[in-house]
């Protein structure tokens, strides 16, 4: 490998280094518009203009906002700097479900502990799940409100929640912050495809991942049908959807298994019907039976 010759601006700032030591021919073939950072009703536009600009940092271009309370906005223009375009290009949506459509894995940014604890991975482990799955699908990182976060069933809506290890004497990052951080993990992962085996762990799957669309679609076949056979009641529900989320979502099912599940579903569903009709049927023979006065 060629290295560049180093310049007397580089001898002063040893900490500036040409971006071409670090690519590889693998990282200028990865597609980072695979890749979206999405922020939840973000309330500052000085936040959404930053994290353009960490994102344009380690490459990637892709943002979604859901429900901003302040954009567009000159704010955000002056916090992005050279970051305008991603500003320009940034999809704006009513929620998270439109948000993550079409994406096979969704990493959302959880800053504290659930009630249903749900698979947690590390920023680093973030960056080299979402880099091997974008060869294949979308990925959506997901990041919550400045005060709040993400809430329990926007969490829900993710396969994995990374949690950033800061100090616990003050674990509050700013937003942009925490883009940065798991962007950069991304940007790592990218960096060291050279080093990793040939072979994925999944590469010879014979399907592709269910996306988050087929998803949502089977968990709300899976709830109708659960209750239609009295297992689950929506005024009281112990938390099963969530429990069922947590599991699907751990398992990561393939277009095939998710069509096969909704198969026994509707199976499900077509002989409760056909009993409900045979009862009724019955019903009305035997009132026509029924001797008259």
Not at 26 to 47: A, E, R, W, Y
Not at 82 to 105: F, K, M, P, T, Y
Not at 165 to 175: G, I, T, V
């Amino acid at each position: 490998m060629n290295i560049p010759a180093v310049s007397p601006r580089q001898r002063i700032y040893p900490a500036i280094i040409p971006a071409s030591l670090f690519t590889s021919s693998d990282s200028k073939m990865f597609d980072f518009n695979q890749i979206c950072v999405v922020l939840v009703n973000t309330s500052h536009p000085g936040n959404i203009g930053a994290t353009a600009r960490a994102m344009k940092n380690m490459g990637l271009s892709k943002l979604t906002l859901v429900q901003p309370e302040d954009f567009p906005s000159g704010v955000a223009v002056g916090r992005a700097v050279s970051a305008v375009d991603i500003l320009d290009n940034a999809r704006v949506v009513s929620s998270l479900q439109e948000a993550v459509e079409g994406c096979g894995l969704v990493i959302g940014a959880s800053a504290r502990s659930r009630n249903i604890p749900w698979p947690m991975v590390s920023p680093e482990q973030c960056g080299e799940k979402a880099v091997a799955e974008a060869t294949v699908n979308k990925v959506a990182l997901v990041f919550g409100r400045e005060d709040a976060g993400l809430n329990n069933e926007e969490l829900q809506l993710c396969h994995f929640h990374v949690q950033i290890p800061a100090d616990p004497n003050y674990s509050s990052l700013n937003l942009s912050a925490a883009v940065m951080v798991v962007c950069y993990e991304v940007r790592k992962a990218v960096l060291a495809l050279d080093e990793r085996p040939a072979v994925a762990e999944d590469e010879h799957w014979d399907q592709e991942k269910a996306n988050s669309e087929q998803v949502e679609y089977f968990y709300v076949h899976l709830e109708r049908v659960m209750t239609a056979i009295k297992f689950h009641d929506p005024e009281n529900p112990r938390q099963l959807m969530p429990r069922m989320r947590r599991l699907f979502s751990r398992i990561r099912i393939d277009v095939m298994e998710m069509n096969i599940l909704r198969g026994i579903l509707s199976n499900i569903e077509y002989r409760l019907d056909s009993e409900k009709k045979l009862n009724a049927q019955l019903e009305g023979n035997e009132t026509d039976e029924e001797p008259q006065p």
